[in-house]
């Protein structure tokens, strides 16, 4: 794989390579942020001197469907030693799926410099490189957020509804079975939390690890990505795009790709996704 | 409270006894060390997607074979490497009912998810393991009752 800056990437600095983490292990500037699917992996082992952002546990209000307020998220970055100005590393298992997603909450809340481990955990661990299983403590930091903005790169269910009767762009980034609807029919099984299966019409179905390489969860190259979502489904870098899952988190992944890595200005991530779309009253399903 | 068949139930009160998350999941990662491969006599990669569980992001697949004395054997895979939540919930079931007859394994309730690895799992991960937990018993049932 070519190096991060030779794949031409419009913002090429928020991935950073697994030796550049290594080289910043002691850097007082930067905190390494571990963020799973899997609950208990980092406790088996993380990078040294990472801490966990856990999504359930640390992200997300504990009793209505949002994530946490600026007095709560102030809390979280001062135990972690965080301040405005840290540069912040996200890593985790699954191509950095959830790694993604809690850097896009991090990014509701305005934290300008955030980064992610290109190739995640897996790329770590195949490296041999160290891990540990002691968990670090920083000193408390003063942080000051500014309030939450849910306007630029979060939409939320109406605004799905206007973007779709003015014929704005959709990316269903679940898995094919998911976008049919197929998987919700499937009998003895627990469903998706929705009560309809299909998808959001004129949504295009880009399942969002197609921008990884599997091999190493590396990202693909500007151009093997471009080729995913401008040849194969026609997207614009100039387009008004909402991407979706099943609860947001598939979906930041591929905000941060469209966004980030191939430089479009107006990518959201529609969080309510599919259990909220799938479970709501009247809105049109396309199958 | 529910109740589990076989060896399963005193599993399940070992982790109602440590209630604190941190221990729980210490507890999780001890069954994740002892999660035996399936064998090669029982099935070869690339396995059949028909025991591929569905839902689950970390590729679980299960398969169940007859004893001489009836009972029932479960024999697991689970090919994404971080996957440890599948691999602990492998285990357990591995350990709590293999040995225990069709009939008896029908009971299982996908309680088992909750009551092991407590509330605080993303709805995603719960749905994944109980789909574990509802293939075994679906393959218990159809395949080897």
Known sequence: MSSIEDRGYSNSEVLVSTDWVADNLSNPDVRIIESNEDQLLYKTGHIPGAVEVDWVNDLNDPLQRDYLQKSQFEELCSNLGITRDTT?????DKNNWWAAYALWVFRLFGHSDVRIMDGGRLKWEKEGREMTREVPSYKPATYKAPERDDSTIRAFRDDVLKHISAGNQLIDVRSPEEFSGERLHMPDYPNEGALRGGHIPGAKSVPWARAINP?????????????????????????????????????????FVLHYLLGYDKVRNYDGSWTEWGNSVGVPIEK | MKSYPGRLQGIVEEFRSVPEQDMRAELLIEFADKFIDVPEEIAK???????????????????????????????????????????????????????????????LSEDIVYDIFGRNISMGKGQGLMGMVAMLRSLAIQNCG
């Not at chain 1, 912040?88 to 985790?92: A, K, M, P, V």
């Not at chain 1, 969860?217 to 795009?241: C, H, I, M, W």
């Not at chain 1, 991407?243 to 992944?253: D, L, P």
């Not at chain 2, 996957?83 to 029908?106: C, H, P, R, W």
């Open chain 1, 88 to 92: 912040l590393i996200f890593y985790g």
């Open chain 1, 215 to 255: 091999d190493d969860g590396t990202f693909k190259n500007a151009d093997e990505l471009r080729a995913v979502y401008e040849e194969e489904q026609g997207l614009k870098p100039s387009n008004d795009v909402i991407a979706y899952c099943r609860i947001g988190e598939r979906s930041s992944h591929s905000w």
């Open chain 2, 45 to 107: 990669r690339p396995f059949s997607p028909s025991n591929l569980v569905p839902g689950c992001e970390s590729e679980a697949y299960i398969w169940c074979t007859k004893l001489a004395d009836g009972g029932l054997k479960f024999h697991f895979a689970v090919e994404n490497p971080h996957g440890v939540s599948a691999k602990s919930l492998a285990a357990i079931l591995d350990e709590g009912l293999s040995g225990l007859n069709a009939e008896e394994i029908s009971a």
